[in-house]
């Protein structure tokens, strides 16, 4: 079976936040697969971003998130405007938090579920968990897809974020490593 990659693509920054100054935009991303325990957590961050996004800023990138012989994983995925530095990272105890509620709702008792249904019941209790553990970062917005089965790189519909008076938009493309 191929090995499909998830990349993030692009983030265009419409408006800026109201925070002053540049901002400095992050990505937190959960990943699991319906019916195996876990997942991971991962952050998606560049240094050359901090404090460079104003209106109008756009960043082309091929960031590979993620790669995985199955498509399928479910994504859930928070814009953060870091503060200093970033209060979140990859792993740690959040992600051990997060696996759990997975655990629960993406296990085989909860198999009758749409792919929809699972997102709108699990999306909300990981961002509630996600926005307790900020401490000094703006929290713009959630999404949530799956991984679709591709056989070429195939770019997913731009994800809009608003909040703390910005708006963003974040591209992810699938592709078959190597293709």
Not at 14 to 20: A, K, M, Q, R
Not at 24 to 49: E, N, Q, S, T
Request: glycine letters at 12%.
């Amino acid at each position: 079976m191929p090995t499909r990659q998830l990349m993030l693509t692009r983030i265009q920054c419409l408006d800026d936040t109201s925070e002053g100054g540049s901002d400095a935009p992050y990505l937190m991303l959960f990943m699991g697969h319906r019916h195996v325990p876990g997942g991971k957590l991962l952050r998606v961050r560049d240094p050359a971003w901090d404090g460079t996004f104003l209106a109008g800023k756009a960043v082309n990138t091929r960031q590979i998130v993620d790669e995985a012989e199955a498509g399928g994983a479910f994504v859930f995925v928070w814009l953060l405007e870091e503060d200093w530095d970033p209060d979140l990272g990859s792993g740690g105890f959040l992600q051990a938090l997060m696996q759990s509620i997975w655990s629960i709702y993406g296990g085989s008792a909860w198999a009758n579920l749409t792919g929809d249904q699972l997102r709108s019941i699990v999306r909300p209790k990981l961002t509630e968990l996600l926005k307790s553990t900020l401490a000094n970062d703006e929290y713009l917005g959630s999404h949530s897809f799956v991984v679709p089965l591709v056989t070429t790189e195939t770019a997913l519909s731009p994800l809009s974020y608003s909040g703390d008076g910005g708006s963003y938009k974040i591209t992810f493309s699938v592709r078959i490593k190597g293709a």
